[in-house]
């Protein structure tokens, strides 16, 4: 492997919005294709997408399907690489109440942006995009210029391992919380 380029991410997801106004699918293919050149410069491992609505509920509990828990699940480790790293997923992503008038209820949900990007490496979470880092709102294409470019901000990745509560996963908690007191038998990071 000597002299080979390690890719900086061993995988990408991106999660792309369906039903979008006109014009926002040609972002996202456009999106698509910046990732697959950076796997063919073994920048990038892989890529998966997942095709995700406009929102989801903010709790497991309010899931109907398996994808929405694992989605729900997912967006919680999101938020906790986030906090971790002193970034905020808003305005990217917006919780919101929703009345559902068919079935006369109200839940709360998190509206998704039209792309996300998450980089893993070694099974652990080392990026998401957008994001707002104190100074300003780092879009995909901005992370996907700096991986291109060879020079990417590092973060404090997530590990794999990493307790996350699902439950609440878009419950934005108080600065204050301590997220080292959770309890070990949280459902891990899932890869």
Same mark, same amino acid.
């Given at each position: 492997? $000597?002299?080979?380029?390690?890719?900086?991410?061993?995988?990408? +997801? %991106?999660y792309v919005r369906s039903l979008l106004p006109e014009g926002y699918s040609q972002q996202q293919a456009a999106t698509l294709d910046r990732v697959d050149d950076l796997i063919e410069d073994g920048v990038v491992g892989e890529r998966q997408v997942q095709v995700c609505g406009h929102q989801v509920p903010a709790s497991v509990a309010?899931?109907?399907?398996?994808?929405?828990?694992l989605l729900?699940?997912?967006l919680?480790?999101?938020?906790?690489?986030?906090?971790r790293n002193d970034?905020?997923?808003a305005p990217a992503m917006e919780l919101c109440t929703v009345d559902d008038s068919l079935a006369d209820a109200h839940y709360r949900a998190l509206r998704l942006p039209a792309v996300?990007?998450?980089?893993?490496?070694?099974?652990?979470?080392?990026?998401?995009?957008? $994001? $707002?880092?104190g100074e300003a709102v780092r879009s995909v294409d901005d992370r996907l210029d700096e991986l291109a470019a060879g020079e990417p901000t590092t973060f404090e990745p997530l590990r794999r391992t990493t307790? %996350?509560?699902p439950t609440s996963?878009? +419950?934005? +908690?108080?600065?204050?919380d301590d997220s080292e007191e959770r309890d070990t038998e949280e459902p891990a990071l899932i890869t």
């Open positions: 492997m $000597h002299g080979e380029r390690q890719p900086v991410a061993d995988r990408a +997801e %991106l309010a899931t109907r399907t398996a994808v929405g828990a729900v699940t997912r919680a480790a999101f938020q906790a690489w986030a906090k970034c905020s997923l996300l990007l998450a980089e893993y490496r070694d099974g652990d979470l080392r990026c998401v995009t957008p $994001h $707002h880092d307790p %996350l509560t996963a878009m +419950e934005f +908690e108080p600065e204050d």
